[in-house]
């Protein structure tokens, strides 16, 4: 069982930017493949980012490509999802995400408990 803790998010103006991360349990952390998904009031959940074993691969949606980057340190047991731009629409619950096997999205079956991400107008 991986527990996955997140941290970073709050309350931004649009045009802003947050740094979330994840901090995963399990070693060694290069077996994970590490994700973001988030989910909106009233809204499915919806895959946001993922990053490779190793960092050296990532996948974005479409809706955050070009402003959110994913990122991982392997020493650290830790991911990251840098947020820039941010829009009114980026408000949502955002969930660290950690899986075994690679893909466009990837597959995965852990999840954190969410942290909040607020933009305002």
């Known amino acids: 069982q991986v527990q996955l803790v997140e941290s970073g998010g709050g309350l931004v103006q649009a045009g802003g930017s947050l740094r979330l991360s994840c901090e995963a349990s399990?070693?060694?952390?290069?077996?994970?493949?590490m994700g973001w998904f988030r989910q909106a009031p009233g809204k499915e959940r919806e895959f946001v980012a993922a990053?490779?074993?190793?960092?050296?691969?990532?996948y974005y949606a479409d809706s955050v490509k070009g402003r959110f980057t994913i990122s991982r340190d392997n020493a650290k047991n830790t991911e990251h999802l840098q947020m820039n731009s941010l829009k009114p629409e980026d408000t949502a619950v955002y969930y660290c995400?950690?899986?075994?096997?690679?893909?466009?999205?990837?597959?995965?079956?852990?999840w954190g408990q969410g942290t909040q991400v607020t933009v305002s107008s």
């Open positions: 990053v490779d074993w190793s960092g050296g691969s990532t």
């Open positions: 399990v070693r060694p952390f290069n077996m994970l493949v």
């Open positions: 995400t950690a899986g075994t096997g690679w893909g466009r999205p990837p597959r995965f079956d852990n």
